[in-house]
């Protein structure tokens, strides 16, 4: 089985503060992506990684980035913490052309 | 950019009944997906499909291409079922993004 393994499950941060979430997958799949989710605007895609060093800009890219040093591995940066960051990330994982796997997700409060 | 429209929002349903839940988009596709949501965050994939029909269990995925329309349905459902399906779509062109729709939250009592 494809397991996507997040970070941490709950955060809880303070404004200005620089946060990292860290996603790993275990089937060696090129393509790795970063959402948030918030009631009633559905899933959003920030950034999406097709290879290592490798990365695309979502549809609300603005106050985050992302590193992919190795294949496995896909990190979301927010560098300086703000109140409408709070929100549920979710990563997922792909092989060209499949269905993404998604992990359990990071509910981040920033206060 | 496509959009992607599910109906209804929100379904509450006695066990047993058969369920429908409905998806739409508005520019040609590649493929689309069917997501299911738990309360508490994980996201897991039912279906994708491009084309026809799929079954797995209880739950069957259509799709017309044409109509540029998908459907998808539970057969006797159950309270486990309760859960926010989500249907999102992949582009023609080769990109690997998907745009999702708001979802649609189900609830099946006993």
């Known amino acids: 089985d494809v397991k996507v393994t997040q970070s941490s499950r709950y955060l809880v941060k303070r404004t200005g503060e620089k946060v990292f979430l860290e996603c790993v997958q275990d089937m060696d799949h090129e393509n790795m992506f970063w959402y948030r989710q918030d009631p009633g605007l559905g899933l959003r895609l920030i950034y999406f990684s097709y290879d290592v060093k490798m990365k695309e800009k979502g549809d609300i890219p603005e106050g985050y980035s992302v590193s992919r040093e190795k294949k496995e591995r896909f990190s979301l940066i927010l560098e300086s913490a703000s109140t409408n960051q709070t929100s549920m990330y979710l990563c997922?994982?792909?092989?060209?052309?499949?269905?993404?796997?998604f992990g359990p997700g990071t509910r981040l409060t920033v206060l | 950019k496509n959009e992607v429209e599910q109906s209804p929002q929100n379904l509450t349903a006695q066990e047993g009944e058969f369920i429908t839940i409905n998806c739409s988009y508005s520019?040609?596709?590649?493929?689309l997906h069917w997501l299911q949501q738990h309360p508490g965050g994980g996201i897991v994939s039912l279906f994708m499909?491009?084309?026809g029909k799929k079954k797995h269990g209880r739950l069957i995925a259509t799709i017309n291409i044409q109509e540029k329309h998908s459907s998808l349905h539970i057969t006797a459902s159950h309270p486990r079922d309760s859960a926010v399906y989500i249907c999102?779509?992949?582009?023609?062109?080769?990109?690997?993004?998907?745009?999702f729709g708001k979802g649609t939250k189900l609830t099946v009592n006993p």
């Open positions: 499909l491009s084309s």
């Open positions: 997922a994982s792909s092989l060209w052309g499949q269905e993404q796997f």
């Open positions: 520019v040609g596709i590649s493929a």
């Open positions: 999102a779509v992949r582009d023609k062109g080769g990109s690997e993004k998907l745009v």
